[in-house]
């Protein structure tokens, strides 16, 4: 049983910045990718960001330049650093890990940018 769990959501102004944070633990094997996806109202879950255990980072063009994700892989964790925070970035993010067996989603935690 793997328990992947997201915190550091929360409500802040336009340009301001908030830190994610998301840990896996369990009964994994050998965690390669971990990542940051987030839906807002009425849409898809889309990428945000997502990093291997090689430290290659992956964004997607809407966060670029603005977003930073980072992992600690002795602890399994993975931060998301974002910055310049827009209305439009307004979401539930999810972060999930994926190791030999599997892809693991947390339960998301919002992030809200009032417009």
């Known amino acids: 049983q793997v328990q992947v769990v997201e915190s550091g959501g929360g409500l802040v102004q336009p340009g301001g910045s908030l830190r994610l944070s998301c840990a896996a633990s369990?009964?994994?094997?050998?965690?390669?990718?971990m990542g940051w996806y987030r839906q807002a109202p009425g849409k898809q879950r889309e990428l945000a960001a997502t990093?291997?255990?090689?430290?290659?980072?992956n964004y997607a063009d809407s966060v670029k330049g603005r977003f930073t994700i980072s992992r600690d892989n002795a602890k399994n964790t993975v931060y998301l650093q974002m910055n310049s925070l827009k209305p439009e970035d307004t979401a539930v993010y999810y972060c999930?890990?994926?190791?030999?067996?599997?892809?693991?989603w947390g339960q998301g935690t919002q992030v809200t940018v009032p417009s």
């Open positions: 369990g009964s994994f094997f050998r965690i390669n990718a």
């Open positions: 990093i291997t255990s090689g430290g290659t980072t």
């Open positions: 999930n890990a994926q190791d030999l067996r599997g892809l693991y």
